[in-house]
């Protein structure tokens, strides 16, 4: 269901093709785009990275009469960026060294593409005029989320 989602998502980024926009909007709900918050992102779970797009479409004024679907999107992005620089409800866990730890096999996987989608999202909130992330523990501001990543890249190296 995610892959669906995730492939509307990017042929509407591709195209401007409101048919895409509308259905990433239309089944969201149904798909679990919009009902699921999750705090890992990979080759097998692709949710976040559907929030994140959505959200940046949303960001960009590109909703339309969409923007009630995307804002649901958008609040499981920030969900997600929030659990993992630790300030969520549901914070990633870490290794002793400090990096995001999902799993004990390819965890790397899922610290790269978090990786990638926390600078994705940073520039999309900085470009926007966004700014913060508002999360339960306290806001993260496009830069706090780049620092963190760049912890996770500085740990990646050694």
Known sequence: QDEL???????????EDRSYLEYLAGNGEALDGTGWSI????????????????AKFLLQGRAGDHAAALQRYRQNAEFF????????????????????????????????????????YAD???????????CPAGAAQPFDIL????????????
């Not at 989602?5 to 195209?15: H, K, N, Q, V």
């Not at 992102?41 to 797009?53: I, N």
């Not at 969520?88 to 989608?117: C, E």
Request: hydrophobic fraction near 50%; include cysteine.
């Open 39 to 54: 705090n890992q992102f990979g080759w097998d779970v692709k949710y976040p990275g559907v929030q994140v797009l959505a």
């Open 124 to 134: 999309f909130a900085a470009i926007s005029g966004r700014g913060a992330v508002r």
């Open 81 to 120: 960026v929030c659990s993992c620089v630790a300030k969520g409800a549901a914070n990633v866990a870490r290794t002793p060294g400090g990096m995001m730890y999902h799993r004990r096999w390819n965890n790397l996987q899922f610290v790269t593409s978090a990786s990638f989608l926390l600078t994705v």
């Open 5 to 15: 989602l995730w492939a509307a998502a990017w042929l509407f980024e591709a195209t």
């Open 147 to 158: 620092k963190f990543v760049k912890s996770q890249v500085k740990i990646i190296k050694t």
